[in-house]
């Protein structure tokens, strides 16, 4: 069982749809969460962290669920500029981002 | 504003040669990762380093070998290459806080072993 599992997709979506990604973790030790952004042929780009409290960046919502160990990002009003594929990432310590854990990616494809 | 430069972009390599990927960070980082991405499989961790002198094996070491002489520097060493080495190979550094902290990516070495 891989440690970070989401639906690898395609999600095509069209402009300013509202669409959600999930993703679940197995090492009920890991201590935060992130959501990253990769562009094709790029490096993944922090998108934002996840906390148990939920938190919100504009039109990206993340959310925390620490019991089922569940990870969720929501994007309202797509834009195309959104069409990216997005990681879901474990850090099993605190204070450091030198063991990240990384999910397979889900790819996102806004159309007109 | 640099961040973190890797280098070489592309590279391809026989089987059996060995190469090593540079990997240079002007943001005085303590903490320095190298993954590789294959399709399907999301980033593994290759090694890292928590500091100069110090580094420790990740997910998928063999193969590998790093060191950390400077804070700036860490490069990866592939000492007989092999054709399931053929992937993109993504450095990263990180600061220590009390928190969650961000990982910064250089723009990745594209390998192919033939």
């Known amino acids: 069982r891989k440690e970070v599992e989401q639906d690898p997709g395609p999600f095509n979506v069209p402009e300013g749809a509202t669409v959600a990604f999930n993703c679940t973790y197995s090492?009920?030790?890991?201590?935060?969460f992130f959501w990253y952004r990769q562009d094709c042929r790029k490096e993944p780009k922090l998108l934002m962290s996840?906390?148990?409290s939920g938190n919100e960046d504009g039109r990206f919502t993340a959310q925390l669920n620490r019991a089922s160990q569940y990870i969720s990002l929501l994007i309202r009003d797509s834009k195309l500029s959104d069409s990216a594929t997005y990681l879901c990432?474990?850090?099993?310590?605190?204070?450091?981002?030198?063991?990240?854990?990384f999910g397979t990616g889900t790819r996102l494809q806004v159309t007109l | 504003n640099a961040g973190v430069t890797q280098t070489p972009k592309f590279q391809v390599l026989k089987t059996g040669q060995s190469m090593t990927l540079q990997c240079a960070q002007d943001?005085?980082?303590?903490?320095m990762s190298w993954y590789r991405q294959d399709p399907g499989m999301g980033l593994r961790l290759i090694h890292y380093?928590?500091?100069?002198?110090?580094?420790d094996q990740g997910e998928v070491p063999n193969g590998y070998n790093v060191s950390r002489s400077t804070t700036e520097d860490f490069p990866l060493r592939l000492l007989s290459a092999a054709p399931s080495q053929t992937s993109v190979y993504f450095c990263?550094?990180?600061?220590?806080?009390?928190?969650?902290?961000?990982?910064?990516f250089g723009q990745g070495t594209r390998l192919t072993v033939v």
């Open positions: 990263a550094s990180s600061y220590s806080t009390g928190g969650a902290t961000e990982a910064f």
């Open positions: 090492n009920s030790a890991s201590q935060s």
């Open positions: 996840v906390y148990s």
């Open positions: 990432v474990v850090n099993p310590v605190t204070g450091t981002a030198s063991k990240l854990t």
């Open positions: 943001m005085n980082h303590e903490y």
């Open positions: 380093s928590v500091g100069a002198g110090i580094t």
